[in-house]
């Protein structure tokens, strides 16, 4: 098997896998082609912005994604940090111009959990006076 560099990203619940080698410019995530999972538009523009940071298009990368957990939006941003993660140690030249475009800090925002007493995290139930 060819040399591949690994990075792992997480957002909310979704946790992304990410394997980036040399290769044809094939991108499959869970098996599937990528288009074929992320169909949002804007999605892949997202996935592509740690690529696009460094000046450079998929074509002469390999990147298989196994990705679980979560929903779309977590799903999209676990990818894109695992994605740049994997860049930046495939080449570590690229870290500053990463970091500038923000794509190197996880965001750690995750839901609020629900309080005993309240309908959600924050969501009182309705006053009645009688």
Do not use: C, H
């Not at 060819?2 to 080698?21: C, D, L, M, P």
């Not at 999209?76 to 794509?103: F, H, I, P, Y």
Request: positive net charge.
């Amino acid at each position: 098997m060819a040399q591949y560099f690994e990075g792992i990203g997480r957002r909310k619940e979704g946790t992304a896998r990410v394997r980036v080698s040399a290769g044809s410019g094939k991108f499959v995530v869970n098996d599937k082609q990528a288009a074929e999972f992320f169909t949002r538009p804007g999605d892949m523009q997202a996935i592509f912005s740690p690529l696009v940071a460094i000046g450079q298009d998929n074509s002469g990368y390999d990147i298989t994604v196994l990705v679980k957990g979560g929903g779309v939006t977590g799903q999209t941003d676990s990818v894109t940090l695992g994605l740049a993660r994997a860049l930046v140690k495939m080449n570590g030249e690229w870290n500053s111009s990463m970091r500038k475009a923000g794509l190197l800090t996880r965001d750690a925002r995750v839901k609020e959990r629900k309080k005993p007493g309240l309908k959600r995290a924050r969501k009182a139930p309705t006053y009645t006076k009688r």
